[in-house]
């Protein structure tokens, strides 16, 4: 089993910046895919951007040159850089982890974008 706990969600002004992490813990395979996904009121969760264990990333058009996605390997822990944030940003920010071993989320953390 793999556990994975989000933190750095909050409230921000539009044009603001948060940072997001997501530490895991539990069987990690080494080889994995971490990302971040976003689900806003009463839409779908749709991917924001995701980046495997060996760095190569990819990140949704509306967020392309906003957000960035990195990680750190030795310390299992996926980040979200959220800068220039707008209204629509809005919504609960999952981490993901899909290896091997199965597909695992996070209990999402609350991103408030204020206009």
């Known amino acids: 089993q793999v556990q994975l706990v989000e933190s750095g969600g909050g409230l921000v002004q539009a044009g603001g910046s948060l940072r997001l992490s997501c530490a895991a813990s539990?069987?990690?395979?080494?080889?994995?895919?971490m990302g971040w996904y976003r689900q806003a009121p009463g839409k779908q969760r749709d991917l924001v951007a995701r980046?495997?264990?060996?760095?190569?990333?990819t990140h949704a058009d509306s967020v392309r040159g906003r957000f960035t996605i990195s990680r750190d390997n030795a310390k299992n822990t996926v980040y979200l850089q959220m800068n220039s944030l707008k209204p629509d940003d809005t919504g609960v920010y999952y981490c993901?982890?899909?290896?091997?071993?199965?597909?695992?989320w996070g209990k999402g953390t609350l991103v408030t974008v204020s206009s």
């Open positions: 980046i495997n264990s060996g760095g190569s990333k």
């Open positions: 539990g069987s990690i395979l080494r080889i994995n895919i």
């Open positions: 993901n982890l899909e290896s091997a071993g199965g597909n695992y």
